[in-house]
């Protein structure tokens, strides 16, 4: 009897099968805005300027609303509560972006990764929350003035807030948990400048990110949930604007709702493209754009759409920034 030759290729092909299913990824390399050192300084000065003035602009907000008790009511708080997302959501990104551009290199580590989307997901999933509080919060004012000081009570308030931070862990708990648990057998190159769930998603193993979508699946139908309310929310208020007899009225609840909207808007449509539209199997230009354009775009706006639009806002701002060159200045004549 003649013992057959075991194969010793289709072995070492079946061994190498067994270690590609094998979650052995201990780094990400994120895509970068450019090859050349002279494109990525000029991508670090603009994202540095970005950074800054969103950075400045959310905390003079939270400074602003915080000393000036006349502001402690809950639209402020609920403006306090998004300046704070805004902040945490574009720190997820930037800075690292930043970094990797200064030092010419692309790496994340593995936890660095999980701890990013984790944090990105929990502060972009909040602040979509918020927002639509936000708009609940204007219909009471505008559409039900009666049951404002019922409905929109201290207490009420914090609970809406509360509710609003618990469940953005939980929502990013369940997307990053799904997302992880998936052994990447496509490589480490995520082709975005911040880790994303569905740029990872593409390194995983094809029979195993049923999980997660699924779970963006159920993420995208909650989110046209919020955006409907938000929308209803909004044609009731232009409703009950439009029967005041005053230009002066329409105008400046046209102006201040429809920027709310715009942003709204724009996070939603760009999250929807990154997330439910298939990503191409290559590094894309517009996965890029999108990403910058729900990642970036909104910290920066909203303080400009919801506090630096606002009368009562600018006015304590400028009394706070007064009062500081006033104490400075007198300070500098004592000590001369």
Same mark, same amino acid.
């Given at each position: 009897?003649?013992?057959?030759?075991?194969?010793?290729?289709?072995?070492?092909?079946?061994?190498?099968?067994?270690?590609?299913?094998?979650?052995?990824?201990? +780094?990400?390399?994120?895509?970068?805005?450019?090859?050349?050192?002279?494109?990525?300084?000029?991508?670090?000065?603009?994202?540095?300027? %970005?950074?800054?003035?969103?950075?400045?602009?959310?905390?003079?907000?939270?400074?602003?609303?915080?000393?000036?008790?006349?502001?402690?009511?809950?639209?402020?708080?609920?403006?306090?509560?998004?300046?704070?997302?805004?902040?945490?959501?574009?720190?997820?990104?930037?800075?690292?972006?930043?970094?990797?551009?200064?030092?010419?290199?692309?790496?994340?580590?593995?936890?660095?990764?999980?701890?990013?989307?984790?944090?990105?997901?929990?502060?972009?999933?909040?602040?979509?929350?918020?927002?639509?509080?936000?708009?609940?919060?204007?219909?009471?004012?505008?559409?039900?003035?009666?049951?404002? +000081?019922?409905?929109?009570?201290?207490?009420?308030? $914090?609970?809406?807030?509360?509710?609003?931070?618990?469940?953005?862990?939980?929502?990013?708990?369940?997307?990053?948990?799904?997302?992880? $648990?998936?052994?990447?057998?496509?490589?480490?190159?995520?082709?975005?400048?911040?880790? +994303?769930?569905?740029?990872?998603?593409?390194?995983?193993?094809?029979?195993?990110?049923?999980?997660?979508? +699924?779970?963006?699946?159920?993420?995208?139908?909650?989110?046209?949930?919020?955006?409907?309310?938000?929308?209803?929310?909004?044609?009731?208020?232009?409703?009950?604007?439009?029967?005041?007899?005053?230009?002066?009225?329409?105008?400046?609840?046209?102006?201040?709702?429809?920027?709310?909207?715009?942003?709204?808007?724009?996070? %939603?449509?760009?999250?929807?493209?990154?997330?439910?539209?298939?990503?191409?199997?290559?590094?894309?230009?517009?996965?890029?754009?999108?990403?910058?354009?729900?990642?970036?775009?909104?910290?920066?706006?909203?303080?400009?759409?919801?506090?630096?639009?606002?009368?009562? $806002?600018?006015?304590?701002?400028?009394?706070?920034?007064?009062?500081?060159?006033?104490?400075?200045?007198?300070?500098? %004549?004592?000590?001369?």
């Amino acid at each position: 009897m003649v013992t057959p030759v075991p194969n010793t290729e289709a072995s070492h092909n079946v061994l190498r099968k067994k270690m590609s299913n094998q979650n052995t990824v201990t +780094e990400f390399l994120l895509l970068g805005f450019s090859d050349i050192w002279e494109l990525q300084i000029l991508h670090f000065v603009v994202f540095l300027v %970005i950074y800054l003035v969103a950075l400045v602009g959310n905390l003079l907000i939270i400074t602003a609303i915080a000393l000036d008790h006349h502001l402690h009511n809950p639209m402020y708080f609920f403006l306090v509560n998004l300046s704070i997302l805004d902040l945490g959501s574009i720190s997820v990104t930037i800075p690292k972006s930043i970094a990797n551009s200064l030092m010419n290199t692309r790496s994340i580590s593995y936890s660095g990764c999980v701890t990013q989307v984790f944090l990105f997901i929990f502060f972009i999933s909040a602040d979509y929350a918020l927002l639509t509080v936000m708009a609940h919060y204007r219909h009471i004012a505008i559409c039900q003035p009666l049951h404002y +000081e019922r409905v929109m009570n201290r207490m009420a308030c $914090v609970q809406m807030a509360a509710g609003v931070w618990i469940s953005g862990i939980l929502y990013s708990a369940l997307h990053t948990g799904s997302t992880f $648990v998936l052994s990447f057998c496509g490589g480490n190159m995520v082709d975005q400048f911040f880790c +994303e769930i569905p740029q990872l998603l593409k390194l995983a193993c094809s029979d195993s990110d049923l999980n997660e979508t +699924e779970a963006v699946v159920f993420s995208a139908c909650l989110s046209l949930s919020c955006f409907v309310f938000i929308i209803v929310s909004y044609v009731q208020i232009f409703k009950a604007v439009l029967r005041i007899p005053s230009e002066q009225c329409w105008r400046k609840a046209f102006s201040t709702c429809l920027p709310h909207l715009t942003v709204v808007s724009l996070l %939603i449509c760009t999250s929807i493209f990154a997330y439910l539209i298939p990503t191409s199997s290559s590094a894309s230009s517009l996965d890029l754009l999108v990403g910058v354009l729900y990642s970036v775009v909104p910290p920066v706006m909203n303080p400009i759409i919801y506090s630096m639009r606002n009368r009562e $806002v600018k006015r304590s701002l400028s009394k706070l920034i007064g009062w500081r060159l006033f104490s400075k200045n007198k300070m500098s %004549i004592f000590l001369l």
